[in-house]
């Protein structure tokens, strides 16, 4: 099972621009699908975007255009760049691991991801 650290999250104005960043540990992780899922207090976690080990990248509607998920094997990171930021983008943001079907690209149910990072705070301010 591999490990998932989150970091980056913070305060930002609404329109502004934040960098999420997930440090995974395992000799495996090019062999992995990657996502990113945000709750808030009292609801479901969403998803927001995920990566197959081939790169291929996936995102949920509500930030398609304004989020881009990234990867970087030599250095066991995946990124979530978050442009144009609403207030309704605020959440806990955890990263996750597939490692079952990594290249599926639309498997996006918490169920789907079987490793858990323990989440980082993004608060958008109108």
């Known amino acids: 099972q591999v490990q998932l650290v989150e970091s980056g999250g913070g305060l930002v104005q609404a329109g502004g621009s934040l960098r999420l960043s997930c440090a995974a540990s395992g000799r495996t992780f090019s062999s992995y699908a990657m996502g990113w899922f945000r709750q808030v207090p009292g609801k479901e976690r969403d998803f927001v975007a995920r990566i197959t080990f081939t790169h291929y990248a996936y995102y949920a509607t509500s930030v398609k255009g304004r989020f881009t998920i990234s990867r970087d094997n030599t250095k066991n990171m995946v990124f979530l760049q978050m442009n144009s930021l609403k207030p309704e983008d605020t959440g806990v943001y955890y990263c996750?691991?597939?490692?079952?079907?990594?290249?599926?690209?639309?498997?996006?149910?918490?169920?789907?991801?079987?490793?858990w990072g323990q989440g980082t705070q993004v608060t958008v301010s109108s």
């Open positions: 996750a691991a597939d490692a079952r079907y990594a290249n599926i690209v639309a498997r996006t149910t918490p169920a789907a991801f079987g490793s």
